[in-house]
């Protein structure tokens, strides 16, 4: 069968061919970055290319391929080729690794793998067996027989800049390697190809935008109707929708039947599942897996349902309901409208272009003349969007900073908590603590009953002409809509959740903070006052007060509960900058040359605390900067805290021995090195027991030969000042003990 292909897919196929030819007439391996959009067809021009770079060759070149994938994408690929190269009669041949004969890659035979596959230390693929069966052998001998070795990374921004990768290549040694994606990661490319946006979109092979709750600014809320929720709304407008484009198909005299996608948020303990919300919601429109109209992809077997031919035009299948996975390698042209709800613990999202590009194809490869057919949209209950590349949580789970060559040991004395037994839940005991934490720090004093919580800021007709570029977003405006009493007792849910830390956030502990604050405001068992006080704990100018009063209640629980069964040692090896650091997709890459971890990963902003790091504060980012500038400093590092990895100076606090972990240790030129940790306003004032266990520790180092030096350093009028005293005191009318820090 003979496909015509588009004009910007022949020029990429002859591109490819003569790049690659170039590349294998050149000495070394060599790195090919193909980029191509989401929707441009890159496995059917990769399938022509390989046919046509094995067809007439007259060099006497032979070759044997390897194509590597994520998640199940391997399997579509391998299917899609085979089917490709059967039609068209090319003798090619798609290949599992149980499929090979003599345990090697046969002459123009594609080896498909799953990256999951290889990237298992004991999985059979890649360990020593007495068959001799295993990658490495199976490449051996497919070398020995004088092929070259091809490898395609698909999709490549998921794997290729791992180290794993990079050690993978390494050891199949490839003439050429080929990484093939959307959005590549890799700068060592010898070669790149790229399909340029505009060519798909000129070809119609795509959509040319996408649309974000279009005519949500012009909404009018009807205060009558207040309890629908901004989640009913989206589902509902979302629904007319594809109802309108529906009839807009027929009207065109095609038999296309839209699909509506909606991606669950992930599930959270403590908090309601989401799945169960919406499938009731969409009974309510009609729209169930009884009567076909609703299909379920989720990871679990029990959970793929009405999945059968989903993707072909007409199937009578209007929603599906799906979680990230989906996100790649699943094709379904007809998918036009994405649906997209607020989690509790973000008011943002950062957008995949890999979920985008699920509403990106046009189904029939053309446009229309009715225009609002040739758009994606997209609706959600969030207040604000970014674009960004894609990165899988599942193979890519940490970006990695590498201590600097030229560091020379510190050898520092740490500390750290050794637990005995810990409790990690609330017990009854809080509430009376919560209660006296409260009188403490004056809550009922400083709290405004009156404050009311933010409403639900959703977007309005914003645009995005182009996913890969956040530039393209044109915002044009937002809508307010009210929380309904479902709404507010899951952010309030969500706000009890977010403040338990370090205790396991299960219901019952989620349960004692909530009736804890119910109780201490006289309402305990008065269920028709818990939204007023729900609406002012949410609100903006209460949270600090209630945040700081939780974390007081936990520190007394955790001493009352403590006693006995937590007791500070010193570590067993000196201190050192710990010589790797792994980070997750919560942290983003930051230019600071003189950290001694390079490259330095900050925590994103609102990413949350369940980690050995936390957000840098706006006064930890003043102080990088200050260190950044300084001529005396030779590098610098942010610690970490709450494990032995990280350093700690032991201090007493309510009369019970605690590590604390400063907030960073700077290496100056002359062989100084200063402790220090960022303090303003309520924490400084708090800050006595660490600041006198800190200046303890730096005295008893210093007369064993250290030269330490350090304390609590605030920033006062644009200077830097520390305390280094014994004595600890904090009057911000009277600094004459803080020291001013001169590192210029």
């Not at 004969?101 to 080896?111: A, S, W």
Request: one cysteine or more; proline letters at 3%; aromatic letters at 10%.
């Amino acid at each position: 069968m003979w496909i015509e292909f588009k004009n910007y897919q022949e020029n990429t196929v002859v591109k490819l061919k003569r790049e690659i030819n170039e590349l294998l007439d050149s000495e070394g391996s060599k790195v090919c970055i193909f980029k191509a959009p989401t929707g441009s067809g890159k496995t059917l021009m990769m399938a022509e290319f390989l046919k046509r770079l094995i067809d007439s060759r007259i060099d006497g070149k032979k070759f044997s391929f390897i194509w590597i994938a994520v998640n199940k994408l391997h399997d579509q690929s391998r299917n899609n080729l085979k089917k490709y190269y059967d039609r068209n009669g090319v003798g090619i041949k798609c290949s599992y690794f149980e499929d090979l004969d003599d345990r090697k890659i046969g002459e123009n035979e594609i080896l498909f793998l799953n990256w999951a596959s290889i990237n298992k230390k004991d999985n059979l693929y890649v360990r020593a067996n007495e068959r001799d069966n295993n990658l490495s052998s199976v490449i051996a001998r497919t070398k020995d027989e004088g092929r070259i070795i091809f490898l395609v990374i698909d999709e490549s921004h998921h794997t290729a800049s791992s180290e794993k990768s990079k050690e993978l290549i390494q050891d199949i040694g490839p003439k050429i390697t080929i990484e093939v994606s959307a959005t590549p990661q890799l700068n060592n490319a010898n070669r790149i190809v790229e399909v340029e946006l505009k060519d798909v979109k000129d070809e119609e092979m795509i959509k040319k935008e996408i649309i974000i709750n279009p005519g949500f600014e012009h909404y009018i809320i009807d205060k009558k109707k207040s309890d629908k929720s901004a989640d009913e709304l989206v589902l509902e407008s979302a629904l007319k929708k594809r109802i309108e484009l529906h009839k807009k198909f027929e009207a065109e005299g095609s038999g296309v039947n839209p699909l509506l996608l909606i991606q669950l948020p992930d599930a959270m303990k403590g908090v309601a599942d989401k799945k169960d919300e919406i499938i009731a919601l969409l009974k309510k429109f009609g729209y169930t897996t009884e009567n076909g109209r609703l299909a379920i992809y989720l990871s679990d077997k029990d959970n793929k349902i009405n999945l059968t031919n989903i993707e072909k035009d007409e199937n009578e299948v209007d929603v599906m309901i799906f979680k990230q996975a989906i996100a790649l390698g699943w094709d379904c042209p007809r998918a036009s409208i994405l649906v997209l709800f607020r989690q509790w613990r973000e008011e943002n999202i950062t957008f995949s272009i890999q979920t985008l590009g699920r509403i990106m194809r046009m189904p029939e490869q053309k446009h229309y003349s009715d225009q609002d057919l040739n758009v994606g949209y997209v609706f959600t209950s969030l207040q604000d969007i970014n674009v960004a590349e894609d990165l899988s949580r599942d193979y890519i789970t940490t970006y990695t900073g590498y201590r600097i060559k030229d560091y020379k040991n510190l050898d520092l004395l740490s500390y750290h908590s050794k637990r005995f037994r810990e409790e990690t839940r609330l017990s009854s005991d809080f509430t009376p603590l919560f209660i006296e934490a409260g009188k403490k720090l004056k809550l009922k004093e400083k709290f405004n009953m009156k404050a009311q919580v933010e409403p639900n800021k959703i977007i309005a007709g914003w645009k995005i002409g182009n996913p890969e570029y956040w530039e393209t977003v044109e915002k044009r405006g937002w809508m307010n809509f009210p929380k309904n009493e479902v709404e507010l007792q899951n952010a309030f849910d969500m706000f009890a959740r977010n403040n338990l830390m370090p205790f396991a956030p299960e219901q019952r502990s989620i349960g004692r903070i909530k009736s804890s604050i119910y109780l201490f405001f006289g309402a305990s068992r008065n269920e028709d006052d818990w939204p007023k006080i729900q609406a002012a704990v949410l609100a903006e100018e209460n949270r600090q007060i209630m945040t700081d009063t939780i974390n007081l209640a936990k520190e007394m629980y955790q001493e009352e509960i403590g006693k006995g069964k937590n007791e500070l040692v010193q570590n067993e090896e000196p201190w050192n900058v710990p010589k790797v650091i792994n980070y997750t997709l919560s942290f983003t890459k930051k230019d600071y040359k003189k950290s001694v971890i390079q490259p330095y990963y900050a925590r994103k902003s609102g990413a949350g605390t369940i980690n050995l790091f936390e957000e840098d504060s706006d006064l930890e980012v003043d102080f990088i900067e200050y260190l950044e500038k300084s001529k005396e400093v030779e590098w610098w590092f942010k610690n970490g805290k709450s494990d032995a990895t990280y350093f700690a100076v032991p201090h007493v606090e309510h009369g019970v021995e605690k590590p604390f972990y400063v907030d960073f240790v700077v290496k100056q030129k002359d062989g100084h090195i200063g402790l220090f940790d960022t303090k303003g306003g309520f924490t400084a004032e708090t800050a006595k027991s660490r600041a006198e266990g800190l200046a303890n520790y730096i005295a008893e180092q210093n007369k064993k030969g250290k030269k330490l030096y350090g304390g609590i350093v605030l920033k006062e009028k644009n200077s830097w000042r520390y305390h280094d005293g014994l004595k600890y005191e904090y009057n911000p009318n009277n600094l004459k003990d803080w020291k001013f820090l001169d590192l210029n």
